[in-house]
C-alpha cells in the first residue's frame, strides 16, 4: 500500500472547490429528480386535460332550447265530431298535429318577427323537434277540455336550432345542410331576443328515454339509469354473500393444500382476465346455453358479478386479514366455536373494510362496457321503461355506459355532446360511491 | 306447479322445521337450554338446513338439466329426412322450442284448450295463424313434424316438471323428517349445522374454479366449432381479414393481432417512462405530503372507466393529431386521413395505463430494504446514483412483471380501440392509419343479428380464445415474477 503514496494526483483537489466531475454528478441528480417531477406532473396534467374536456364537452347536454308559444288546439281538426270522446280523440295521430304546432310558431314568427324570410307555415318545419306533436297530443289526450282553447306550450326546438345556440352549429357550416339555411337562424336570433327561443335546464336529459337517431334534443339517460340500477342490485346481492362467503373460507377454513392453491391462482388470474372475455362467457352461458333473454339487466348483472368478484374477495381477504389474532385466540378461549369465532367476532370487525372493497367492486362494474356490448345492451333505441321490477330486470334495456357508447356511435354530431353529458352523470355516481367508500374506511375502519 | 310456488312452499317447510325442531330440543330438554349439547337455535337451522339445502340443490340440477335432456330426446326423434334443404336441426329445434312456448301462451290466454293441444294437427289448423293471434311471430308456415316434435317436446317437458315437483317435496319433506327424528337433547346440532355453512362456504369459493370452467369451456367449444367450419392454419396465418356474412370470408389473425401488439407497444411507449418515473420521483424523492396529494390524483386515471377514455380518443384525440398530421394541418403534411388510428388510441391507452404501471412499481420500490439504500448513500453516490444503480436492478423484476400486467391490460383493452382504433385490419407500419385489433373484431363480429352457426360470428370466439391464451401467459409469467421477487426480501 506504501506504493500508492508515490503516485500524487495529478491535479489538486480541495473539498471548498467543486470539481467538474462532482458537478457533472450533481447536474445529473437535478436532471434526475426534474424527470420524476415532470413525469409526476405529466399524469397530472393528463387528468386535468382528461376531465376538464369532459366538463367543457358535456355541460351543453343539460341545457336545451325550448320554444314557448301559446297553441291554438283547433276542434275542427282534433275532434271533428266535437263530443270530447277520448277514442275518437285519440284516433287522430301525430300528423294531425304538426300543422297546428307550425301555423302556432308561424303565428309568432309573423307577430314577433315582421318582414323575415320566412313564408309559410310549413317553412318552420326546420325549427321544431320532431318530438313535439307527440308531446302534445300526449297532452291533449290527458286533458280532452283543452281542445278549442289556446294553450301555451313548451316544446323542444330541432337539434340544429339547438346547436346554434350552444354554438356548435355555425352559418358557415349549415352551408350544405339540406335541414336548415340561414333564414332560420335569422328568425331564432329574433325570437331569442324576444323571449321566446330560450335555453333552460334539460331535465329530460337526466330522466328521459333515448330517442331515435334523427332527434337527439330528445334523448336521455333516464331509462338505462335504470337498466344500471336494476344491473348494479343483481350486482351486489350476488357478489356480496358469494364474495364474502369464498374469502372467509380461504382466509379462516382453507387447509393448505392442492385444491386451495388453485383456487387462489385461480381469482388472481380472474381478476386479470379481460373483460370482454367475461361478455363472451355471458353470451355463450347465459343467453346461448341457459336461454336467458338477451339484453336483460339480468344476464348484464350475472357477467358483472363474476367479474368484479375477483376484486370483492381480494379486498375482503385483506380486511379479514387485518383483525388480530387476539380476537380469534381470545373468543375460541371462551369456548366459542372456530365457527361462533369467525361470524360472531372477526366479520363484525372486518365489515368496514369489507364494504369499502364492495362498493369499490361495485363502481368497477358500473362502468364497465365492453362485457355488455356482447350480450346484446346496445344497437337498439332504449325507449321504454321498466313496467315493473321483473320486467326491470328481464326486458331489453340499455346501461349508462353501453348508452353513451351507442352515442358516441351515432353520425349526428349532437349526439356527442349527449354523450359526455352522459359521462358527466356517470362519474358523478362513480365519485359518489368513492366517496362514501372513502368516508366508510375512514370513520369505521379501527387500525389495531 | 310454477317455480315460484315449489319454492315457497320449500321455503315454508324450512320455517316450519326451524320453529320445531328449536321446540322438540327445547322440550327433549325440559326447558332448560343447560341440558342441551348445543344452543337451541342450533336445532332449529339444523331441521330447516335439511328440510332446504337437498331440495334446492336437486332443484337446481333438474333445471339444467331438464332442457338438455328434452332437447336431445325430442331432436332424436325427428326423421333426418325431414330436415328441409339448407337448413339444420339446430334451427329446426329452435323452431320446435318456438311452437311449444307458443302452444303454453296460447293456453294460459285461453286461445285454445289443454286437450286441444295436444291433439292439434298441422294440416287441420293454420297454427301459425294461432300462434301469430297471440303474439308469437313464426318466420314459416307450421309443418307436421315440427308441430308433432313441439307437442312431443310439451309433453316431456311437462312431465319432467310434475316429476321435479314430486321429487324436490319429497326430498324436502324427507330431510325435515329425517332432521326432526334425530333431533333430542343429546344431539350435536351445532356440529351438523357448521359443517353444511362449511360446505357453503366451500361451494362459494368453487366459483371462482367454476368461472374460469365456464370461460375455457364456451371459448374450447365455440372454437372447435369455428375450426370446424374453417381451416386453422388459415386462421393462424391468414393476412388477409374480410368477413363477409354471405360467404368466402378470408379470416387470417395476422392483421389484428398486428394491430393489438402495435397498439400496445405505443401504450407501453407513452405509459411506461411516465409511470415509472413519477414511481421513483413518489418513492424516493417526494415529501410525505405531495405523496399523498400527488398519489391518489394519478390513481384516479385507474378508475375512470374505460368508455370515458374511448370517447375521448374519439372526439378529442383524434381530431387534434389530424389537425397537426391530416391535410391542410399544422405540418402541412397529409399522413392521416380519419380521426382514427393507432397512435390515437395507442396515446389515450397509455394515459389510461399510467397509473397501473407507477402504483404497482411504487409498491416494488418501497420494498427494497433501504439498507441498500443507506449503504450506497454511505459510499458516496448521489441519490439518483442509488437509484439508477442499486435499488432498480434490486427491483427489476418487480417493475418487469409490472409492465407485463400492463401490457396484458393493454392487450385485453376494448373501448378505447373500438371507438378510437378504427375498424379497417391492415399490415401497415403507418401509426397514423386506422388498424383494428382483437377485441374490436371480437365486438363487431358478435353484435348484431349474426346467427351463432356461421363462421364469421364463431370467429370471435376463436379470437377471445387467442386472446385468452395470451392475456393468460402474461399474467402468470407476472404473477410468478413478482411472487419470487417479493420472497427474495422477506
Redesign the interface.
Same mark, same amino acid.
Request: charged fraction near 15%; avoid cysteine; aromatic fraction near 8%.
Given at each position: 500500500m506504501t506504493d500508492a503514496t508515490n503516485n500524487t494526483p495529478k491535479a489538486k483537489t480541495s473539498l471548498l472547490t467543486v470539481s467538474p466531475r462532482v458537478k457533472k454528478?450533481?447536474a445529473?441528480?437535478a436532471? *434526475?429528480?426534474a $424527470?420524476?417531477?415532470?413525469?409526476?406532473a405529466?399524469? +397530472?396534467v @393528463? +387528468?386535468v386535460i382528461?376531465l376538464s374536456? &369532459?366538463l367543457y364537452?358535456g355541460v351543453g347536454a343539460f341545457q336545451q332550447t325550448f320554444i314557448t308559444v301559446p297553441i291554438y288546439l283547433d276542434e275542427a281538426k282534433l275532434d271533428k265530431n266535437g263530443n270530447r270522446d277520448i277514442e275518437e280523440i285519440k284516433k287522430v295521430s301525430t300528423f294531425g298535429y304538426t300543422p297546428l304546432i307550425q301555423d302556432a310558431i308561424f303565428a309568432a314568427i309573423e307577430e314577433k318577427a315582421p318582414g323575415s324570410e320566412i313564408t309559410s307555415a310549413k317553412d318552420t318545419k326546420a325549427l321544431i323537434s320532431a318530438s313535439a306533436a307527440a308531446q302534445i297530443r300526449d297532452v291533449v289526450i290527458a286533458n280532452p277540455d283543452m281542445i278549442g282553447k289556446s294553450v301555451e306550450f313548451r316544446i323542444l326546438a330541432a337539434s340544429r336550432v339547438d346547436g346554434y345556440l350552444k354554438g356548435r352549429v355555425t352559418r358557415d357550416s349549415i352551408a350544405r345542410d339540406k335541414n336548415i339555411d340561414a333564414k332560420h337562424l335569422d328568425v331564432v336570433d329574433t325570437l331569442r331576443s324576444k323571449g321566446i327561443v330560450k335555453r333552460e335546464f334539460n331535465m329530460a336529459f337526466i330522466t328521459g328515454a333515448d330517442a331515435s337517431e334523427s332527434r337527439p334534443e330528445q334523448a336521455g339517460i333516464g331509462v338505462s339509469m335504470l337498466g344500471s340500477l336494476f344491473m348494479m342490485l343483481v350486482v351486489l346481492v350476488l357478489s356480496l #354473500?358469494?364474495?364474502v362467503?369464498?374469502s372467509? $373460507? =380461504?382466509e379462516e *377454513?382453507?387447509p393448505q393444500n392442492k385444491w386451495t392453491d388453485?383456487?387462489e391462482v385461480?381469482? /388472481?388470474?380472474?381478476a386479470?382476465? #379481460? /373483460? &370482454?372475455? @367475461?361478455g363472451?362467457?355471458g %353470451?355463450?352461458?347465459f343467453i346461448? *346455453?341457459? !336461454?336467458l333473454p338477451q339484453s336483460a339487466p339480468l344476464v348484464g348483472g350475472l357477467v358483472l358479478t %363474476?367479474m368484479t368478484? #375477483?376484486t370483492i &374477495?381480494i379486498s375482503t381477504r385483506a380486511s379479514l386479514k387485518s383483525v388480530p389474532p387476539s380476537i380469534r385466540d381470545a373468543a375460541l378461549g371462551l369456548g366459542a /366455536?372456530?365457527?361462533q369465532s369467525v361470524f360472531h367476532h372477526v366479520l363484525p370487525l372486518a365489515m368496514p373494510g369489507i364494504l369499502t372493497g364492495t362498493i369499490i367492486g361495485l363502481?368497477?362494474a358500473? !362502468?364497465?362496457?365492453?362485457p355488455l +356490448?356482447?350480450i346484446?345492451m346496445?344497437?337498439y333505441i332504449a325507449s321504454n321503461y321498466p313496467s315493473g321490477p321483473i320486467s326491470g330486470f328481464m326486458d331489453p334495456n340499455s346501461a349508462m #355506459?353501453a348508452q353513451? $357508447?351507442e352515442w358516441?356511435k351515432r353520425a349526428d354530431p349532437a349526439y356527442?355532446e349527449r354523450?359526455?353529458g352522459g359521462?358527466i352523470i356517470? =362519474?358523478v355516481f %362513480?365519485i359518489t360511491m368513492?366517496i362514501i367508500a372513502i368516508i366508510l374506511r375512514r370513520r369505521f375502519e379501527r387500525r389495531w | 306447479m310454477p317455480l315460484l310456488w315449489l319454492v315457497l312452499i320449500v321455503l315454508a317447510l324450512a320455517g316450519a322445521g326451524y320453529v320445531l325442531g328449536r321446540q322438540r330440543a327445547m322440550s327433549s330438554a325440559g326447558g332448560d337450554t343447560r341440558h342441551l349439547h348445543s344452543l337451541p337455535v342450533y336445532y332449529g337451522s339444523n331441521v330447516a338446513i335439511f328440510a332446504a339445502m337437498p331440495a334446492f340443490l336437486v332443484l337446481a340440477v333438474w333445471l339444467i338439466a331438464q332442457p338438455l335432456l328434452v332437447d336431445s330426446i325430442v331432436s332424436a326423434d325427428i326423421p333426418a329426412t325431414a330436415v328441409p334443404e339448407g337448413s339444420t336441426l339446430s334451427l329446426l329445434m329452435s323452431d320446435v322450442r318456438r311452437v311449444a312456448d307458443g302452444l303454453d301462451l296460447a293456453i294460459s290466454q285461453g286461445t285454445i284448450a289443454a286437450d286441444e293441444a295436444k291433439t292439434l294437427r298441422a294440416d287441420a289448423t293454420d297454427v301459425r295463424a294461432l300462434l301469430a293471434s297471440v303474439g308469437v311471430a313464426l318466420g314459416s308456415d307450421v309443418n307436421e313434424t315440427t308441430l308433432s316434435a313441439a307437442q312431443e317436446f310439451r309433453a316431456l317437458t311437462g312431465t319432467g316438471s310434475m316429476a321435479m315437483t314430486v321429487v324436490v317435496l319429497a326430498l324436502a319433506l324427507g330431510g325435515f323428517a329425517y332432521a326432526y327424528s334425530r333431533t333430542n337433547k343429546d344431539f350435536r346440532a351445532r356440529n351438523v349445522v357448521e359443517r353444511s355453512i362449511r360446505g357453503l362456504l366451500i361451494a362459494a369459493a368453487s366459483i371462482a374454479i367454476l368461472t374460469t370452467v365456464g370461460i375455457v369451456l364456451s371459448l374450447v367449444f365455440n372454437t372447435v366449432e369455428f375450426f370446424r367450419l374453417y381451416p386453422a392454419l388459415d386462421f393462424f396465418f391468414g393476412t388477409t381479414w374480410s368477413p363477409s356474412f354471405g360467404g368466402g370470408s378470408e379470416l387470417g389473425v395476422l392483421p389484428l393481432l398486428w394491430g393489438t401488439l402495435y397498439i400496445s407497444v405505443i401504450a407501453l411507449a407513452v405509459a411506461v417512462p411516465i409511470g415509472l418515473f413519477a414511481a421513483v420521483y413518489l418513492s424516493e424523492y417526494a415529501g410525505a405530503k405531495v405523496r399523498a396529494f400527488a398519489k391518489p390524483l394519478i390513481e384516479v386515471l385507474a378508475g375512470i372507466p374505460t368508455i370515458v377514455y374511448g370517447l375521448f380518443a374519439l372526439l378529442t384525440v383524434g381530431p387534434l393529431l389530424v389537425k397537426f398530421f391530416g391535410s391542410g394541418g399544422t405540418f402541412g403534411v397529409d399522413w392521416m386521413s380519419g380521426a382514427s388510428s393507432v397512435t390515437t388510441a395507442g396515446l389515450v391507452m397509455g394515459i389510461m395505463l399510467i397509473p397501473f404501471v407507477s402504483s404497482l412499481s411504487d409498491d416494488i420500490i418501497n420494498a427494497v430494504p433501504q439498507s441498500m439504500r443507506d449503504g450506497s448513500l454511505g459510499l458516496g453516490a448521489t441519490k439518483s446514483e442509488t437509484i439508477k444503480q442499486v435499488v432498480l436492478p434490486a427491483a427489476l423484476p418487480g417493475i418487469v412483471g409490472a409492465i407485463l400486467l400492463a401490457a396484458s391490460r393493454a392487450i385485453g383493452e376494448t373501448m378505447i380501440v373500438v371507438l378510437g382504433a378504427g375498424a379497417a385490419a391492415r399490415l401497415s407500419m403507418n401509426p397514423l392509419e386506422a388498424m383494428t385489433t382483437v377485441t374490436a373484431k371480437i365486438v363487431s363480429q358478435l353484435t348484431g343479428d349474426a346467427d351463432f352457426a356461421s363462421p364469421e360470428a364463431l370467429v370471435a370466439f376463436a379470437l377471445g380464445m387467442t386472446l385468452f391464451v395470451m392475456t393468460l401467459g402474461l399474467n402468470v409469467l407476472a404473477l410468478y415474477i413478482v411472487r419470487k421477487y417479493r420472497e427474495q426480501y422477506e
Amino acid at each position: 500500500m506504501t506504493d500508492a503514496t508515490n503516485n500524487t494526483p495529478k491535479a489538486k483537489t480541495s473539498l471548498l472547490t467543486v470539481s467538474p466531475r462532482v458537478k457533472k454528478r450533481n447536474a445529473q441528480e437535478a436532471r *434526475f429528480k426534474a $424527470y420524476g417531477i415532470a413525469a409526476v406532473a405529466t399524469g +397530472l396534467v @393528463f +387528468l386535468v386535460i382528461l376531465l376538464s374536456t &369532459i366538463l367543457y364537452n358535456g355541460v351543453g347536454a343539460f341545457q336545451q332550447t325550448f320554444i314557448t308559444v301559446p297553441i291554438y288546439l283547433d276542434e275542427a281538426k282534433l275532434d271533428k265530431n266535437g263530443n270530447r270522446d277520448i277514442e275518437e280523440i285519440k284516433k287522430v295521430s301525430t300528423f294531425g298535429y304538426t300543422p297546428l304546432i307550425q301555423d302556432a310558431i308561424f303565428a309568432a314568427i309573423e307577430e314577433k318577427a315582421p318582414g323575415s324570410e320566412i313564408t309559410s307555415a310549413k317553412d318552420t318545419k326546420a325549427l321544431i323537434s320532431a318530438s313535439a306533436a307527440a308531446q302534445i297530443r300526449d297532452v291533449v289526450i290527458a286533458n280532452p277540455d283543452m281542445i278549442g282553447k289556446s294553450v301555451e306550450f313548451r316544446i323542444l326546438a330541432a337539434s340544429r336550432v339547438d346547436g346554434y345556440l350552444k354554438g356548435r352549429v355555425t352559418r358557415d357550416s349549415i352551408a350544405r345542410d339540406k335541414n336548415i339555411d340561414a333564414k332560420h337562424l335569422d328568425v331564432v336570433d329574433t325570437l331569442r331576443s324576444k323571449g321566446i327561443v330560450k335555453r333552460e335546464f334539460n331535465m329530460a336529459f337526466i330522466t328521459g328515454a333515448d330517442a331515435s337517431e334523427s332527434r337527439p334534443e330528445q334523448a336521455g339517460i333516464g331509462v338505462s339509469m335504470l337498466g344500471s340500477l336494476f344491473m348494479m342490485l343483481v350486482v351486489l346481492v350476488l357478489s356480496l #354473500p358469494i364474495g364474502v362467503a369464498a374469502s372467509i $373460507y =380461504l382466509e379462516e *377454513f382453507a387447509p393448505q393444500n392442492k385444491w386451495t392453491d388453485l383456487i387462489e391462482v385461480n381469482i /388472481s388470474n380472474l381478476a386479470a382476465v #379481460p /373483460s &370482454i372475455v @367475461f361478455g363472451i362467457l355471458g %353470451l355463450a352461458v347465459f343467453i346461448q *346455453f341457459a !336461454g336467458l333473454p338477451q339484453s336483460a339487466p339480468l344476464v348484464g348483472g350475472l357477467v358483472l358479478t %363474476l367479474m368484479t368478484l #375477483p376484486t370483492i &374477495i381480494i379486498s375482503t381477504r385483506a380486511s379479514l386479514k387485518s383483525v388480530p389474532p387476539s380476537i380469534r385466540d381470545a373468543a375460541l378461549g371462551l369456548g366459542a /366455536s372456530k365457527m361462533q369465532s369467525v361470524f360472531h367476532h372477526v366479520l363484525p370487525l372486518a365489515m368496514p373494510g369489507i364494504l369499502t372493497g364492495t362498493i369499490i367492486g361495485l363502481a368497477q362494474a358500473l !362502468g364497465e362496457t365492453a362485457p355488455l +356490448l356482447l350480450i346484446g345492451m346496445v344497437g337498439y333505441i332504449a325507449s321504454n321503461y321498466p313496467s315493473g321490477p321483473i320486467s326491470g330486470f328481464m326486458d331489453p334495456n340499455s346501461a349508462m #355506459p353501453a348508452q353513451i $357508447y351507442e352515442w358516441a356511435k351515432r353520425a349526428d354530431p349532437a349526439y356527442y355532446e349527449r354523450a359526455w353529458g352522459g359521462i358527466i352523470i356517470l =362519474l358523478v355516481f %362513480l365519485i359518489t360511491m368513492n366517496i362514501i367508500a372513502i368516508i366508510l374506511r375512514r370513520r369505521f375502519e379501527r387500525r389495531w | 306447479m310454477p317455480l315460484l310456488w315449489l319454492v315457497l312452499i320449500v321455503l315454508a317447510l324450512a320455517g316450519a322445521g326451524y320453529v320445531l325442531g328449536r321446540q322438540r330440543a327445547m322440550s327433549s330438554a325440559g326447558g332448560d337450554t343447560r341440558h342441551l349439547h348445543s344452543l337451541p337455535v342450533y336445532y332449529g337451522s339444523n331441521v330447516a338446513i335439511f328440510a332446504a339445502m337437498p331440495a334446492f340443490l336437486v332443484l337446481a340440477v333438474w333445471l339444467i338439466a331438464q332442457p338438455l335432456l328434452v332437447d336431445s330426446i325430442v331432436s332424436a326423434d325427428i326423421p333426418a329426412t325431414a330436415v328441409p334443404e339448407g337448413s339444420t336441426l339446430s334451427l329446426l329445434m329452435s323452431d320446435v322450442r318456438r311452437v311449444a312456448d307458443g302452444l303454453d301462451l296460447a293456453i294460459s290466454q285461453g286461445t285454445i284448450a289443454a286437450d286441444e293441444a295436444k291433439t292439434l294437427r298441422a294440416d287441420a289448423t293454420d297454427v301459425r295463424a294461432l300462434l301469430a293471434s297471440v303474439g308469437v311471430a313464426l318466420g314459416s308456415d307450421v309443418n307436421e313434424t315440427t308441430l308433432s316434435a313441439a307437442q312431443e317436446f310439451r309433453a316431456l317437458t311437462g312431465t319432467g316438471s310434475m316429476a321435479m315437483t314430486v321429487v324436490v317435496l319429497a326430498l324436502a319433506l324427507g330431510g325435515f323428517a329425517y332432521a326432526y327424528s334425530r333431533t333430542n337433547k343429546d344431539f350435536r346440532a351445532r356440529n351438523v349445522v357448521e359443517r353444511s355453512i362449511r360446505g357453503l362456504l366451500i361451494a362459494a369459493a368453487s366459483i371462482a374454479i367454476l368461472t374460469t370452467v365456464g370461460i375455457v369451456l364456451s371459448l374450447v367449444f365455440n372454437t372447435v366449432e369455428f375450426f370446424r367450419l374453417y381451416p386453422a392454419l388459415d386462421f393462424f396465418f391468414g393476412t388477409t381479414w374480410s368477413p363477409s356474412f354471405g360467404g368466402g370470408s378470408e379470416l387470417g389473425v395476422l392483421p389484428l393481432l398486428w394491430g393489438t401488439l402495435y397498439i400496445s407497444v405505443i401504450a407501453l411507449a407513452v405509459a411506461v417512462p411516465i409511470g415509472l418515473f413519477a414511481a421513483v420521483y413518489l418513492s424516493e424523492y417526494a415529501g410525505a405530503k405531495v405523496r399523498a396529494f400527488a398519489k391518489p390524483l394519478i390513481e384516479v386515471l385507474a378508475g375512470i372507466p374505460t368508455i370515458v377514455y374511448g370517447l375521448f380518443a374519439l372526439l378529442t384525440v383524434g381530431p387534434l393529431l389530424v389537425k397537426f398530421f391530416g391535410s391542410g394541418g399544422t405540418f402541412g403534411v397529409d399522413w392521416m386521413s380519419g380521426a382514427s388510428s393507432v397512435t390515437t388510441a395507442g396515446l389515450v391507452m397509455g394515459i389510461m395505463l399510467i397509473p397501473f404501471v407507477s402504483s404497482l412499481s411504487d409498491d416494488i420500490i418501497n420494498a427494497v430494504p433501504q439498507s441498500m439504500r443507506d449503504g450506497s448513500l454511505g459510499l458516496g453516490a448521489t441519490k439518483s446514483e442509488t437509484i439508477k444503480q442499486v435499488v432498480l436492478p434490486a427491483a427489476l423484476p418487480g417493475i418487469v412483471g409490472a409492465i407485463l400486467l400492463a401490457a396484458s391490460r393493454a392487450i385485453g383493452e376494448t373501448m378505447i380501440v373500438v371507438l378510437g382504433a378504427g375498424a379497417a385490419a391492415r399490415l401497415s407500419m403507418n401509426p397514423l392509419e386506422a388498424m383494428t385489433t382483437v377485441t374490436a373484431k371480437i365486438v363487431s363480429q358478435l353484435t348484431g343479428d349474426a346467427d351463432f352457426a356461421s363462421p364469421e360470428a364463431l370467429v370471435a370466439f376463436a379470437l377471445g380464445m387467442t386472446l385468452f391464451v395470451m392475456t393468460l401467459g402474461l399474467n402468470v409469467l407476472a404473477l410468478y415474477i413478482v411472487r419470487k421477487y417479493r420472497e427474495q426480501y422477506e
